[in-house]
C-alpha cells in the first residue's frame, strides 16, 4: 500500500520560508496526480496546491498563488512545496495525498501522509 511521508515543516517568521517534501514508500509516483492540502485548527481542510503526473501543470488556491511553488521529480519519486513569504494565515498541518487527475476537491485524493506542522509566527 502507498504510504506518503511529510517533512519540512517546521516554525518561521513572517516574511520566511520553507520546503516541504512529500516522498512515497514504494517505487514510483509516476503515475500520480500530487495534491498540497493544510488544515489549521478548528477550520476544515483546505486544497493547497496540485502537480500533475509529469509536472507539465500546476495549479494553486489564490492565498497561496505567488508565493508557493510545487515541483516534482519522479526519477526520485518525491514532491516538494516551496513556501515564500509566509504568512501567519499560512499556519497549518500540510498534507500531500495521491490523485489520478489534479483537483482541488480531497475526496478524489487518497494515500494521505501524516502531516508536518507550519507555524508562521513573530
Known amino acids: 500500500q502507498l504510504q506518503l511521508v511529510e517533512s519540512g515543516g517546521g516554525s518561521v517568521q513572517p516574511g520566511g520560508s520553507l520546503r516541504l517534501s512529500c516522498v512515497a514508500s514504494?517505487?514510483?509516483?509516476?503515475?500520480?496526480?500530487i495534491g498540497w492540502f493544510r488544515q489549521a485548527p478548528g477550520k476544515e481542510r483546505e486544497w493547497v496546491s496540485c502537480?500533475?503526473?509529469?509536472?507539465?501543470?500546476?495549479k494553486y488556491a489564490d492565498s497561496v498563488k505567488g508565493r508557493f511553488t510545487v515541483s516534482r521529480d519522479n526519477a526520485k519519486n518525491m514532491v516538494w512545496l516551496q513556501m515564500n513569504n509566509l504568512k501567519p494565515e499560512d499556519t497549518a498541518t500540510y498534507y500531500c495525498a495521491v490523485a489520478s487527475s489534479c483537483s482541488w476537491q480531497s475526496a478524489r485524493y487518497g494515500s494521505w501522509g501524516q502531516g508536518t506542522q507550519v507555524t508562521v509566527s513573530s
Open positions: 502537480i500533475t503526473t509529469t509536472g507539465d501543470d500546476t
Open positions: 514504494r517505487d514510483t509516483l509516476a503515475y500520480d496526480a
